[in-house]
């Protein structure tokens, strides 16, 4: 089974998500996040920021709303 992790540039799901891909790049289809906008990042304190994956053996997309990510992921071949 492999996962498709999804989560936002909030706080930290970017770097649980790498943490876990990077240990277990056989069990992680892709990740996917989702941008959030100026004023949903202040609700979330912030947001981090895009990190450079260009080493990962995952793929990474990321999309400010779930349209563009579902079109990456029809690019990738996952829907």
Known sequence: ???LLIGDNGQHDEAIYSGFA???PDKVAAI???QLSV???VFA???SEDGDHTASKVPWIY???GAGMAK????LGML
């Open 32 to 34: 996917a996040i989702r």
């Open 22 to 24: 990077s240990e277990n």
């Open 39 to 41: 004023s949903e990042s």
């Open 63 to 65: 999309s400010p709303d």
């Open 45 to 47: 304190g912030g947001h």
């Open 72 to 75: 990456q992921l029809t690019m």
């Open 1 to 3: 089974m492999r996962w």
